[in-house]
């Protein structure tokens, strides 16, 4: 800090009076890399650089969503996929989350809990899925349980990880104050892991819809994945790409949910 001539050090500038931050919750600076690559896409298409059984332009794609909107298709292929996810996601997570604890917790839970779960998810789903058709057949199971993998996996490591970063002096204190040890946990080891435990979170959404993409390549009769087989096998590119729009939207509106949360129960963050 610089002072002045006078010898006197500088008032600091009232809270009032300091400028105030831009909010991050609205930026228009993020939509213009989109709106630049469908205005290319539009444009490829339009001069025949993209031809249309190779790729189906944005204007073709919407009245596609729009065909398949109303003829009810894509509300039933939703609510079969949303219901997948949900059944995986809440299965995933809880394993994700105990094993998690148990492995960051105790150094006889990690030594007996994290080799099979390390090796376990080195697995790509497609190498496991004929192993699932034996257990538990083609129908919901497989699907529901290779999604619970997808979200099991990154949340298993981040609460691993926030229970094993927890900060030690803080822990020394609590110990010094003479908290129990469910006290400690709770207020110190749980405040100290939610970060990462959310930032597993949002990585466990996104591999929650890729797993049910692979998942639902395997005999779907209903669900978006097959609503874009079906569409695959009349060449149908532009009902395909509607399927994977709105896999992409599910995705973002899944972590935008993350988010909110995160600005709801990390409210002591300063950044």
């Excluded at 610089?2 to 600076?29: H, M, N, Q, W, Y």
């Excluded at 149908?236 to 935008?256: I, K, N, W």
Aim: charged share 15%.
């Amino acid at each position: 800090m610089s002072i002045s001539t006078t010898g006197v050090l500088p008032r600091a500038r009232p809270a009032a009076e300091r400028p105030p931050r831009k909010s991050r919750r609205f930026d228009l600076r993020r939509w213009i890399s989109p709106v630049v690559l469908v205005a290319a896409w539009q444009l490829a298409s339009a001069t025949g650089v993209l031809p249309p059984d190779k790729l189906s332009s944005p204007w073709t794609v919407v009245q596609a969503g729009v065909e398949v909107a109303r003829s009810g298709e894509l509300g039933d292929a939703f609510a079969v996929s949303l219901g997948r996810v949900g059944a995986g996601f809440a299965l995933g997570a809880i394993a994700g989350v105990l094993l998690g604890i148990v492995s960051g917790l105790s150094r006889w839970g990690e030594a007996l809990v994290d080799p099979p779960v390390q090796m376990l998810r080195t697995l790509p789903f497609l190498g496991l899925i004929p192993l699932f058709i034996l257990w538990f057949g083609i129908g919901e199971e497989t699907k529901i349980v290779l999604v619970a993998l997808g979200v099991a996996f990154p949340l298993y490591l981040n609460v691993h990880s926030g229970i094993r970063g927890a900060d030690p002096n803080l822990v020394e204190a609590s110990r010094a104050l003479g908290f129990s040890r469910a006290e400690r946990l709770w207020h110190v080891i749980v405040p100290g892991a939610l970060p990462q435990a959310l930032v597993g979170l949002r990585q466990s959404l996104g591999l929650a819809w890729l797993a049910l993409i692979v998942g639902e390549t395997v005999n779907a009769d209903a669900g978006v994945g097959y609503l874009i087989n079906n569409a695959r096998e009349f060449l149908r590119t532009d009902v395909v790409v509607v399927g994977l729009v709105l896999y992409a939207l599910l995705g973002l509106v899944t972590d935008a949910l993350v988010r909110l949360l995160e600005r709801k129960v990390l409210r002591w963050r300063t950044r």
